[in-house]
T-cell receptor
Framework: SQQGEEDPQALSIQEGENATMNCSYK?????LQWYRQNSGRGLVHLIL?????REKHSGRLRVTLDTSKKSSSLLITASRAADTASYFC?????????FGKGNQVVVIP | NAGVTQTPKFQVLKTGQSMTLQCAQD?????MSWYRQDPGMGLRLIHY???????DQGEVPNGYNVSRSTTEDFPLRLLSAAPSQTSVYFC????????????FGPGTRLLVL
């Protein structure tokens, strides 16, 4: 069964705005991974946050993890048209990596 | 490095036909896995391998077989295709396991009529 669940499912924003996506999971995890998928392509790893970390940055990406609430968020700052993609969280725990259903983001130029 | 490659890109099968989806990686990764992606379902793990000669079932293994005779290759076999197997299939690899960054192939889009 899948652990990761993203919310909201679809997001449409103007270029330059920030985009925030949330992910919840059900059981304890060792880490949580975020991936991006451009239309018709494979997934590309964005960032991995360990269970003992609360926040992590990579360029315009900021990921937070709240293990008490079993949730994570991905923030993309100053969005660009090239950020248009689907974003997936994947929760790793009990030797399994479980992907969420994905969150489609459209950045309007 | 080519990374993870998959062939074919597209395939149309008739119900009952068999076929093999190819996956290869040139990063000397021990861990390889197959996922299927269906609309609204995210990615679901079919089979995985922690090294040459070792494979195990994932979440949705029925109707699929795998083998891992070399570190580089991890083919996925559909034994008798069914319309329910219409999906996009992704192969992924990582150095040692699912706890690390996964590197995905470009996918194979399969239509079973």
């Amino acid at each position: 069964s899948q652990q990761g669940e993203e919310d909201p499912q679809a997001l449409s924003i103007q270029e330059g705005e920030n985009a925030t996506m949330n992910c919840s999971y059900k059981t304890s995890i060792n880490n949580l991974q975020w991936y991006r998928q451009n239309s018709g392509r494979g997934l590309v790893h964005l960032i991995l946050i360990r269970s003992n970390e609360r926040e992590k940055h990579s360029g315009r990406l900021r990921v937070t993890l709240d293990t008490s609430k079993k949730s994570s968020s991905l923030l993309i700052t100053a969005s660009r048209a090239a950020d248009t993609a689907s974003y997936f969280c994947a929760a790793y725990g009990n030797n399994r990596l479980a992907f969420g259903k994905g969150n489609q983001v459209v950045v309007i130029p | 490095n080519a990374g993870v490659t998959q062939t074919p890109k597209f395939q149309v099968l008739k119900t009952g036909q068999s076929m093999t989806l190819q996956c290869a990686q040139d990063m000397n990764h021990e861990y390889m896995s197959w996922y299927r992606q269906d609309p609204g379902m995210g990615l679901r793990l079919i089979h995985y391998s922690v090294g040459a000669g070792i494979t195990d079932q994932g979440e949705v293994p029925n109707g699929y077989n795998v083998s891992r005779s070399t570190t580089e290759d991890f083919p996925l076999r559909l034994l008798s295709a069914a319309p329910s197997q219409t999906s996009v299939y992704f192969c992924a690899s990582s150095a040692f396991g699912p706890q690390e960054t996964q590197y995905f192939g470009p996918g194979t889009r399969l239509l079973v009529l």
